[in-house]
């Protein structure tokens, strides 16, 4: 009689040996680019030549106010919050003036804007934070920002980027759906997309990489469905999700643009 201890018995730990190694290659896959440095290149060069000067679509005055703006913007549109905040502006576009201002009204201004008492708490604070720390002044530094109340990695990285042109990747909705859903940089959280993209960008289109990514989400690549017929990367795209197979450039550009840098 067969002791079922032996061969049989081991049989079952295979698949699962298997299982694990086949969900272990996945994990390895989506944590690698899809596209070789060449069409990563001539993906952002598309982009600069569709958008030579992208802007960011938060109204503001200065890097205070831009610091104000990008944190009320947390789970709410942007045409929102400059609905909200152009008449605050107007009137506190300083630390100084926003603490006169105190808390329940700037409230008043911002009750448009989803979670509004917390977020009016928040600018009181950040407020007092830059007064008391750094001379009224928005620091150019990310631990620094990260400090203020209400302030998480991907607003100091919009301020820094905005404000003070350093090379940084604010991974939002849009950025963290590109990044996975064609396979630029693909990653479970937005910190493992953000160093993707940071690894393989080249440095010379880092400066507006964050805009341009941001308005390819926002109005081309968009989270229900996808209009690839106007989008400039649809031939180098390797998403499942492509809705057509028509060949690039679909947006067409002029014959001395195409051979801009």
């Given at each position: 009689?067969?002791?079922?201890?032996?061969?049989?018995?081991?049989?079952?730990?295979?698949?699962?040996?298997?299982?694990?190694?086949?969900?272990?290659?996945?994990?390895?896959?989506?944590?690698?680019?899809?596209?070789?440095?060449?069409?990563?290149?001539?993906?952002?060069?598309?982009?600069?030549?569709?958008?030579?000067?992208?802007?960011?679509?938060?109204?503001?005055?200065?890097?205070?106010?831009?610091?104000?703006?990008?944190?009320?913007?947390?789970?709410?549109?942007?045409?929102?919050?400059?609905?909200?905040?152009?008449?605050?502006?107007?009137?506190?576009?300083?630390p100084?003036?926003?603490?006169?201002?105190?808390e329940?009204?700037?409230?008043?201004?911002i009750?448009?804007?989803?979670?509004?008492?917390?977020?009016?708490?928040?600018?009181i604070?950040l407020?007092?934070?830059?007064?008391?720390?750094?001379?009224?002044?928005?620091?150019?530094?990310?631990?620094?920002?990260?400090?203020?109340?209400?302030?998480?990695?991907?607003t100091?990285?919009?301020?820094?980027?905005?404000?003070?042109?350093?090379?940084?990747?604010?991974?939002?909705?849009h950025?963290?759906?590109?990044?996975?859903?064609?396979?630029?940089?693909?990653?479970?959280?937005?910190?493992?997309?953000?160093?993707?993209?940071?690894?393989?960008?080249?440095?010379?289109y880092?400066?507006?990489?964050?805009?341009?990514l941001?308005?390819?989400?926002?109005?081309?690549?968009?989270?229900?469905k996808?209009?690839?017929?106007?989008?400039?990367?649809?031939?180098?795209?390797k998403?499942?999700?492509?809705?057509?197979?028509?060949?690039?450039?679909?947006?067409?550009?002029?014959?001395?643009?195409?051979q801009?840098?």
């Open positions: 009689m067969k002791n079922p201890k032996t061969k049989d018995a081991v049989k079952p730990k295979k698949p699962q040996a298997a299982a694990k190694a086949s969900i272990s290659s996945r994990r390895s896959r989506r944590a690698i680019s899809l596209y070789s440095p060449e069409e990563v290149h001539e993906i952002f060069r598309r982009f600069a030549v569709q958008r030579p000067e992208p802007k960011g679509e938060l109204e503001h005055v200065n890097a205070f106010t831009l610091l104000v703006a990008v944190v009320l913007s947390a789970q709410a549109t942007d045409a929102g919050v400059n609905k909200a905040t152009r008449s605050l502006f107007a009137i506190a576009d300083t100084q003036k926003m603490l006169a201002l105190g329940a009204k700037v409230g008043d201004y009750r448009t804007i989803g979670l509004w008492r917390n977020k009016a708490k928040n600018v604070a407020s007092e934070a830059l007064l008391r720390d750094h001379g009224g002044e928005v620091p150019g530094d990310r631990d620094q920002l990260v400090q203020l109340p209400g302030v998480g990695r991907k100091a990285n919009v301020v820094l980027n905005m404000a003070f042109g350093q090379h940084t990747m604010a991974v939002d909705t950025i963290f759906r590109i990044g996975n859903r064609i396979g630029l940089a693909p990653g479970k959280t937005p910190e493992q997309v953000e160093a993707g993209l940071l690894k393989i960008i080249p440095e010379e880092m400066r507006h990489a964050h805009h341009w941001i308005l390819h989400g926002r109005y081309v690549c968009k989270a229900r996808p209009d690839c017929e106007r989008c400039v990367i649809a031939d180098i795209c998403s499942a999700e492509k809705t057509t197979d028509i060949p690039a450039p679909l947006v067409p550009l002029p014959a001395q643009e195409i801009a840098p």
